[in-house]
């Protein structure tokens, strides 16, 4: 594909040129799907009401189910939420990677982001992903996909879907890999609510139990 929009990218060593580029377009408001180490997503800055609302609305997604969100490291992870010794465990453990930590948000990010108080947060391994994020600061960590619909493998079936819609896709190649593991923390409580990339077993194991 050579669409304006579409620009390659290596996975590993991403090129400092197009993440200045996807940086500018998040901090104008815009929306950018970029590969993460499981597949690809949709990115905006969380405190752009304005590019999370357009986000929600070209997924079809519903505000009541929040997205997670990408943060730069640990220590921001507990800047943002009550991390447990538990949870600090699993995080010490597996992040960066395909997890989820579902845990109480010290500050309420909206409905798109919050929901009873808890917010899903993800530190991506994918070197693209913590790039821009170590930037631009917190981005919605969405699947890039129409909600309900099949999440495509490669860019191109993603274009499909969202179109012209989306300011910059950025081009790895095509990504299968399992969906985060996402476990909610609520103190010492522990609950497996989707498992993925990580399985319940090695979470389990982490946790001594």
């Given amino acids: 594909m050579h669409i304006q929009n579409i620009i390659t990218v290596h996975p590993e060593k991403p090129e400092?040129?197009?993440?200045?580029?996807?940086?500018?377009?998040?901090?104008?408001?815009?929306?950018?799907?970029?590969?993460?180490?499981?597949?690809?997503?949709?990115?905006?800055?969380?405190?752009?009401?304005?590019?999370?609302?357009?986000?929600?609305?070209?997924?079809?997604?519903?505000?009541?189910?929040?997205?997670?969100?990408?943060?730069?490291?640990?220590?921001?992870?507990?800047?943002?939420?009550?991390?447990?010794?538990?949870?600090?465990?699993?995080?010490?453990?597996?992040?960066?990677?395909?997890?989820?930590?579902?845990?109480?948000?010290?500050?309420?990010?909206?409905?798109?982001?919050?929901?009873n108080e808890m917010t899903g947060f993800r530190i991506s391994s994918s070197p693209v992903i913590a790039a821009i994020v170590s930037l631009t600061g917190p981005l919605s960590a969405t699947s890039a996909n129409l909600s309900g619909q099949t999440e495509p493998e490669s860019i191109s079936g993603i274009f499909e879907q969202l179109g012209e819609s989306i300011d910059l896709y950025l081009d790895a190649g095509r990504l299968n890999n399992p969906a985060s593991t996402v476990v909610e923390v609520i103190n010492d409580q522990v609950t497996i609510l989707r498992e993925g990339a990580i399985s319940s077993k090695a979470i389990m194991k982490a946790i001594g139990q």
């Fill in 16 to 115: 400092q040129a197009i993440i200045s580029k996807a940086c500018e377009i998040l901090n104008s408001d815009g929306l950018v799907v970029a590969p993460t180490e499981t597949r690809y997503g949709v990115l905006a800055k969380i405190d752009n009401r304005a590019a999370v609302e357009r986000l929600f609305e070209i997924k079809g997604r519903s505000s009541n189910k929040p997205s997670a969100i990408f943060v730069e490291d640990i220590s921001k992870l507990n800047q943002l939420a009550e991390v447990s010794a538990i949870a600090q465990i699993l995080a010490d453990s597996f992040l960066p990677g395909p997890l989820t930590l579902v845990l109480k948000s010290k500050k309420d990010f909206g409905p798109f982001f919050t929901l």
